[in-house]
């Protein structure tokens, strides 16, 4: 069972536009991750988010937390061919461990 | 530091074959956890090793096992292998900590391929 809807499933835009890729579930995680994921590499982690309505800023990303802590969303603003990848959200529900996946958001950021 | 490696990165096997895959984590970490990577299904947890010991499992039959050294290297195999066994398996390695909120760091993944 999908507990992790990520959309969209796939984005191709220009560099130096503006996005936001959402992650959404009806469940309540304690925390969620965002990794961004290479061709021929493993996730990276990104950020955490622990606090409902939490904002955290990393660079031109910006990561959301909603207030029910059910849902996340991702901004990158002007994005840039270094972007490219698959976003990815991953729902603590007690264990770091033990995460619920989405999907991913595959980016093509495009010179 | 070195990263997380695994190997070997592809590998293709034929149904009925088993496969045994190997990690090596970051100096220090004492957990090893493994996932399984599809298009359809992404990320799915297969079980975590910390100090020789499997302490987190996930849903997948009992073909998938896996073990761990005394010096936190891990390995997985999988016996009997089926076409749908076929995807990215990664590893990923932390300290451990017992309230599961380290960071895991991701090795880049072992193809397999089922024929």
């Known amino acids: 069972t999908q507990l992790l809807e990520q959309s969209p499933q796939f984005l191709s835009i220009q560099e130096g536009e503006n996005l936001t890729v959402y992650c959404n579930s009806s469940?309540?995680?304690?925390?969620l991750q965002w990794y961004r994921q290479e061709p021929g590499e493993g996730p990276v982690l990104l950020v955490t988010v622990v606090t409902g309505g939490e904002v955290k800023k990393l660079k031109r990303l910006t990561f959301q937390f909603g207030d029910a802590r059910k849902d996340s969303s991702l901004h990158i603003t002007a994005a840039q061919p270094g972007d490219t990848g698959l976003y990815l959200c991953a729902g603590n529900a007690g264990n770091n461990r033990k995460l619920i996946w989405g999907l991913g958001t595959s980016l093509a950021v495009n010179p | 530091k070195a990263g997380v490696t695994q190997t070997p990165r592809y590998l293709i096997k034929t149904r009925g074959q088993q496969v045994t895959l190997s990690c090596s984590p970051i100096s220090g970490h004492r957990s090893v956890s493994w996932y399984q990577q599809t298009p359809g299904q992404g990320l799915q947890f297969l079980f975590e090793?910390?100090?020789?010991?499997?302490?987190n499992k996930g849903n997948f039959p009992g073909r998938f096992s896996g073990r761990q050294f005394s010096n936190s290297r891990s390995e997985m195999n999988v016996s009997t292998l089926e076409l749908g066994d076929s995807a990215l398996y990664l590893c990923?390695?932390?300290?451990?900590?017992?309230?599961?909120?380290?960071?895991?760091?991701f090795g880049p993944g072992t193809r397999l391929t089922v024929l």
């Open positions: 469940s309540v995680f304690s925390s």
């Open positions: 090793y910390f100090s020789e010991t499997q302490r």
């Open positions: 990923a390695s932390s300290f451990g900590l017992a309230g599961g909120d380290d960071e895991q760091f």
